[in-house]
């Protein structure tokens, strides 16, 4: 049974170009979440999705940054003109459908995390 | 609004020494949960536990164990003979059913080393 899936593990990137990070979420998994995690800064949440929702995107900036899960495919964190400040690990999550309690809804399965450097 | 802290950034231990990991919540919720997770130098975060806000009691696994405590909005983690493959980050984490229980809120992080 594989894990969470993502991938490239490692990007870099030119200032200004596109930076697209994919996530394949676990098998049997609905629910799919993004965070950044900065050194000094710990884990951020980004953005929770279910199939073509977004259902949180509270922790997302509003410019440059967009998340989509389709029907079909992965997630896809994308994130246009990057500068320097978004050099970082992205984490990739997935969590199994049905209520947070009785399911374990909201434990989270990590991936190995996709790390960009922008230069 | 939650939050979770991890006042203790960095700390080293000699292996078999016991060591407690301190966390501190905040939230609004009633009905919450909470949570530890490993991250090895590897990278890959690991679930450890989640607890709900109306159990207290305290759990043990393997060296592993675990104190919550409600009245001072704290759960703390504690690794007992520690091994020198703890050493990870660990991070407490917090879901409450202000944000269904699906958002999950992490802490900073405790980098935790263990000298042979």
């Known amino acids: 049974n594989a894990g969470v899936m993502q991938n490239p593990r490692h990007l870099v990137r030119r200032r200004g170009q596109e930076a697209r990070l994919r996530c394949s979420p676990m098998?049997?998994?609905?629910?799919v979440y993004w965070y950044r995690q900065l050194p000094e800064e710990g884990l951020k949440f980004m953005v929770y999705?279910?199939?073509?929702?977004?259902?949180?995107e509270s922790g997302m900036p509003k410019e440059r940054f967009s998340a989509e899960f389709p029907k079909e495919g992965p997630s896809i964190l994308r994130i246009q003109q990057v500068v320097r400040g978004d050099s970082a690990a992205y984490f990739c999550a997935s969590s199994p459908p049905g209520l947070a309690g009785p399911s374990g809804a909201n434990v989270l399965t990590f991936g190995a995390g996709s790390r960009l450097t922008v230069l | 609004a939650q939050k979770v802290t991890q006042a203790q950034t960095e700390i080293s231990v000699v292996e078999k020494e016991d060591v407690t990991l301190d966390c501190v919540y905040e939230?609004?919720?009633?009905?919450?949960?909470l949570f530890w997770y490993k991250q090895p130098p590897s990278g890959e975060l690991v679930f450890l536990i989640r607890?709900?806000?109306?159990?207290?009691q305290n759990e043990i696994s393997g060296r592993y164990s675990w104190n919550f405590q409600k009245s001072t909005s704290s759960f703390n983690f504690t690794i007992t003979a520690s091994q020198v493959v703890d050493s990870a980050v660990y991070f407490c984490?917090?879901?409450?059913?202000?944000?269904?229980?699906?958002?999950?809120?992490f802490g900073i992080g405790t980098k935790l080393q263990v000298i042979p």
């Open positions: 984490a917090l879901s409450g059913s202000s944000g269904g229980y699906q958002k999950v809120t």
């Open positions: 607890r709900n806000s109306f159990d207290e």
């Open positions: 999705l279910q199939k073509e929702n977004i259902i949180d």
């Open positions: 098998k049997g998994h609905s629910h």
């Open positions: 939230t609004r919720d009633t009905t919450y949960y």
